[in-house]
């Protein structure tokens, strides 16, 4: 079974500054994809960045981007330039590229921002 | 706006209780995903329906059942609820062929067992 890892249960980074949230999975399969979801206060589920397996390039989106190491099954999260509307849970999550497969979830890094 | 519509958006009952969450997927998504999320805990998968189909299931208890309709709506069925069974409960849906990958997730239903 597949299983995803978030190591760091909680960090904190002050505004404008860049801060790197941590994922590891474990799987055998080849084809997948690979998330991270932000839970604000407001509890509702919001897609940050998803990332091919077979793509070689790390995915980026605005202020967000992420380091894809397929080989070390290791997926991680930087977030530039902080801002106050950045902090909440991070979740990274799993899903097979079989079609209709369920998103297997980390236990989420909690990120709080300083001004 | 995801598109996927859950009601209701909070629910209060009592111990025992028997309660129905539900769940409309984004137009033209076949599957649809029922998750718990405890509090302060991860997202728990709870089962997965495809074209009304059961699908996959995953931890879900015994007093709690699901089904998706032909229309591709679904309910998730609570029974003999206890406290902790308090949660926030969220359906998800995807499509048949999804090309980004991603599953598009309510707004949760906040159920809380008094």
């Known amino acids: 079974a597949q299983t995803v890892t978030q190591s760091q249960p909680e960090m904190s980074v002050q505004e404008a500054e860049t801060v790197t949230l941590s994922c590891t999975y474990d799987t055998s399969e080849s084809d997948y994809y690979l998330f991270w979801y932000k839970q604000p206060p407001s509890r509702q589920m919001i897609l940050v960045i998803r990332?091919?397996?077979?793509?070689?390039q790390n995915a980026t989106e605005n202020r967000f981007s992420v380091n894809f190491q397929k080989a070390a099954k290791s997926f991680s999260l930087k977030i530039s330039d902080s801002q106050l509307g950045d902090a909440a849970m991070y979740f990274c999550a799993y899903r097979h590229q079989g079609g209709s497969e369920k998103l297997v979830f980390g236990k989420g890094t909690k990120l709080t921002v300083n001004p | 706006d995801s598109g996927v519509t859950q009601t209701p958006k909070h629910l209060i009952t009592a111990t025992g209780q028997r309660v129905t969450l539900r769940c409309s997927p984004r137009s033209g998504d076949l599957s649809v995903y029922w998750y718990q999320q405890s509090l302060d805990q991860g997202l728990q998968f709870l089962i997965q329906y495809y074209n009304g189909e059961e699908r996959a299931k995953g931890n879900i208890l015994e007093r709690f059942s699901a089904q998706q309709f032909p229309d591709l709506h679904s309910e998730l069925n609570l029974s003999s609820l206890e406290l902790g069974d308090s949660a926030l409960y969220f359906c998800?849906?995807?499509?048949?062929?999804?090309?980004?990958?991603?599953?598009?997730f309510g707004e949760g239903s906040r159920l809380t067992v008094l």
């Open positions: 990332q091919e397996a077979y793509k070689q």
């Open positions: 998800a849906s995807s499509g048949r062929v999804s090309g980004t990958g991603e599953l598009f």
